[in-house]
């Protein structure tokens, strides 16, 4: 360590003396308990929780015994998003790994060091640091009976935050110390190095200050003249607020997370003898009474500590003294200027005078090292209560990514650097939901199908058989991306199924009649049409014949057409042998009605494929009804075929996630009478390991949708928002219907209303049972972005690349290079 042109060697000067059992012990007789902690993730708490966190601390802090230190330090690292390639991973997580790679982010660990000094060694001052002489105090200084008094305080301040939400590891030795692989904390201190590989540099303060190749500057919160008047645990964040919604973030945020720069922010707390304190207070204010005629500064002070001391008596708040430092650095010399504006802007809006710190840098710097607490100097702090410092704590933390297995790839609200989130299984294990169905609402331009392309494609590529009912093209792209099965009506190439078709030829099981039963009648009779007992029983024995005839007649393919030709040749047979009489099943009337589905019908290509068959296992299906959504024939009978292909996969694919998404064509299908299937389905889906989604764009189907407002939202614990701007003066309504707190409110209207200049994505808010709500951003690669497309140029662009390139996936490499 260098002062001009005085080296110090710190292994002579080193205060500490040893780690033993996990605690730190200085050469003062110090004994420093160290820990990591968890914090909230920022953006998602309101006003309410902000106070609840606050209390929590205060109630911590205020257990610490006489002559103890409490010191937070927030550590914030520029870091690089390192991509990681598999074997196994697709061409669009490929692509998105090379997209994110690199991608800068604020790294956050935040520790807390809990030090308890020798009741007989006060605090010192910046002349006598042991920066500049060591101290010949032994640890043994410290009795056994306050070590175990220290660590049984030590578990109550752990259980208090705890139970408030935030969770607490001990730091071992090898974390304090280091190994001959990793760089411990104290390394990482001294040196401003992140866990690696360790390695010594020199430390100079003089000309200017440096550590390595590292240019350091300081401001300290020491003076309450540079420090607001009043403060509170947080405050309202403007850019992303509205004029109806108040949008809260802690106070020291503007030093935390969003700060984009190397920095440490450390909190200090020195409890003292709280009556010892009063009396010096009490000596002070009647000295400065006595000196209050010779100047107006004096009179001013002894009001103030007068006030101080009132405030204390009559409120019972007990008095410490804080301190606070904001400590950055950088590897290029010419980014100092641009260092220290950032840092007095953030201090500014904080509403505190910046003050960069020259003088006392060495021994505050010094003090800050883990374990040394106690060299503090006394007068670089300040007399406060524990409720007015507190709230300079930092109290968030950046966005974690879940480690669950599945989830969606999105970007964090600040950076976009990329977390996975589960908002299906890890919220069910944690209790924030007991269902997995989703109400996605976004109008139109908000960006809603493209979420919903990058959602459904992350479950398939994790497993998940998906099936997509859709009136606009959305997923295309996608589905051919994935040679998944895509369903839809044109001229040249109607639509074509063939429910009749059993796995390996074998014979249907009792819900695979059931489902063909329900066609069949959907067939034949109207919607407000009864059917009779008899009728029922007639073609349930239809289908059963049907199949043992199939069974001795392996040359006949299954389908439409040839169970028509069953019953015109066998089935009539049938009924006459057993006596049915034509009131009882009219199977000329049947015959008649069915005769269009029939070879040379007019809808006879409808249930006679002979291709995408195995609908069963085949993972990605999409049924397009644009062209057949206003169809008084075929909309139902296709919506009654994918019912049954949904609950088929739902029954038989034991273990195996399972997603139904319906687009816009759920206002469709509610029409036409299939409420009660989507009624059953929302209710139902989760025993089968599946979840229901539905999207919409419009307020206005909410409203007024029975199915929507007492089936769907009632039933979807998870509900996304896109940008709701354009009903920001109606939301009231929307967040009634959707059950919304004030909190969600705030966070879903404040989507897009401050996104990072330069980079392209729309914001999604996501809210998992009312429990845990957040904002994310849809940020994708170039080539994610061409699959995901529904712009009619692009799709155009990527078609006729397609037939040049015999590939899509080619096809999207090859225009993703042409548009970077």
């Known amino acids: 360590m260098i002062f001009s042109d005085r080296h110090i060697d710190l292994k002579d000067n080193f205060p500490l003396f040893k780690v033993e059992k996990d605690r730190i012990i200085s050469r003062q007789g110090d004994i420093t308990a160290a820990f990591s902690i968890t914090l909230p993730e920022i953006f998602t708490l309101s006003g309410e929780d902000y106070l609840a966190l606050h209390h929590t601390w205060v109630k911590a802090i205020r257990i610490l015994p006489v002559n103890s230190i409490f010191h937070k330090q927030d550590r914030f ?58 101290s010949l105090v032994p640890p043994e200084a410290v009795s056994e009976k306050a070590r175990e008094d220290f660590e049984d305080t030590l578990g109550q301040f752990r259980q208090i935050l705890e139970d408030g939400g935030m969770s607490l590891k001990s730091l071992s030795a090898e974390d304090i110390c280091g190994t001959s692989h990793r760089s411990g904390v104290l390394e990482n201190y001294l040196f401003l190095e992140n866990a690696g590989k360790p390695r010594l540099m020199d430390i100079r303060f003089k000309p200017e200050w440096q550590i390595g190749d590292k240019y350091v500057q300081l401001y300290s919160l020491a003076d309450v003249e540079d420090l607001p008047g009043s403060v509170l645990p947080d405050g309202r964040l403007e850019k992303y607020a509205t004029d109806k919604t108040d949008f809260r973030c802690g106070y020291a945020v503007p030093v935390g997370a969003m700060l984009p720069c190397n920095h440490i922010y450390n909190q200090y707390l020195f409890i003292e003898d709280h009556q010892k304190t009063i009396k010096k207070l009490e000596a002070k204010r009647l000295r400065l009474e006595s000196l209050a005629a010779y100047s107006r ?105 879940s480690v669950s297995p599945v989830g969606i790839r999105l970007g964090d609200r600040i950076t976009g650097n990329p977390v ?117 029983v007639a073609l349930s024995n239809a289908i059963t014949g049907y199949y043992e005839y199939l069974s001795h007649s392996r040359e006949v393919t299954p389908g439409f057409n040839s169970f028509y030709e069953y019953l015109e040749l066998e089935f009539r047979d049938v009924l006459k042998r057993d006596g049915v009489k034509d009131r009882d099943f009219d199977i000329e009337n049947f015959m008649y009605v069915l005769r269009p589905y029939y070879e040379g019908g007019e809808f006879d290509y409808l249930l006679n494929a002979t291709e995408n068959l195995d609908l069963l296992n085949q993972r990605f299906i999409v049924f397009e009804l644009d062209n057949i959504k206003d169809h008084p024939i075929l909309f139902p009978v296709v919506t009654i075929i994918i019912m049954e292909i949904f609950i088929a996969k739902m029954r038989k694919l034991k273990g195996v996630r399972k997603m139904i998404l319906v687009e816009e064509a759920w206002k ?106 957040k904002v994310y951003r849809t940020e994708v690669s170039k080539a994610e972005y061409l699959a995901y497309t529904t712009e009619e140029k692009e799709k155009i662009q990527i078609d006729r690349l397609t037939q040049k390139y015999g590939d899509r996936k080619k096809a999207i490499a090859a225009l993703a290079r042409e548009n970077n």
């Open 297 to 401: 500064e004096n009179a001013i002070a002894k009001d103030a500590t007068a006030a101080f001391l009132n405030e204390a008596i009559s409120e019972g708040r007990k008095a410490v003294k804080a301190h606070f430092n904001l400590m950055l650095w950088t590897t290029k010399r010419e980014e100092l200027a641009e260092l220290r504006n950032k840092a007095s802007a953030a201090l500014s809006k904080m509403d505190v005078t910046p003050r960069q710190e020259t003088v006392g840098t060495p021994q505050l710097f010094w003090a800050g090292l883990p374990g040394n607490q106690g060299a503090f100097p006394v007068n670089e702090t300040f007399d406060t209560f524990i409720g007015p410092a507190s709230c300079f704590l930092n109290m968030e933390t950046n966005y974690r990514s």
């Open 668 to 773: 469709a299908i509610a029409k036409e009478g299939m409420a009660e299937y989507l009624k059953y389905l929302f209710k139902t889906v989760r025993k089968f390991y599946g979840e229901a989604i539905v999207v919409t764009q419009e307020v206005e189907d909410i409203i007024s949708s029975p199915v929507v407002k007492e089936a769907i939202i009632n039933n979807s614990d998870c509900k996304i928002l896109l940008d709701q701007s354009k009903y920001q003066n109606k939301f009231d309504r929307i967040q009634e219907l959707l059950g919304l707190t004030e909190k969600e409110k705030a966070l879903a209207l404040s989507i897009n209303k401050a996104n990072e200049p330069g980079r392209l994505y729309k914001e999604v808010f996501i809210s998992l049972g009312g429990q845990l709500s």
């Open 420 to 536: 996975n989130v589960d908002i299906s299984d890890e919220p069910m294990k944690k209790g924030y939901i007991t269902n997995r169905n989703k109400f996605i609402l976004g109008p139109s331009g908000s960006g809603k199908s493209f979420f919903t392309n990058h959602m459904v494609r992350h479950y398939y590529e994790q497993g998940t058989h998906v099936v997509l009912v859709d009136v606009g093209h959305s997923y295309r792209g996608l589905c051919d991306l994935v040679d998944g099965y895509y369903f839809t009506y044109e001229e040249n190439s109607p639509i074509r199924f063939n429910p009749f078709v059993t796995p390996d030829g074998k014979m249907p099981d009792t819900e695979k009649k059931e489902s063909l039963k329900t066609l069949l009648l959907a067939l034949w009779k109207k919607d407000d049409e009864p059917f009779k007992r008899s009728e029922y």
């Open 77 to 134: 690292t520029r870091e690089g998003h390192q991509a990681t390639f598999t074997l196994d991973q697709s061409f669009l997580s490929q692509s998105s790994e090379r997209f994110f790679h690199e991608r800068p982010f604020l790294d956050h660990r935040c520790h807390i060091f809990i030090t308890q000094r020798p009741l007989d060694k006060p605090l010192g001052t910046s002349a006598v640091s042991n920066l500049l002489r060591s």
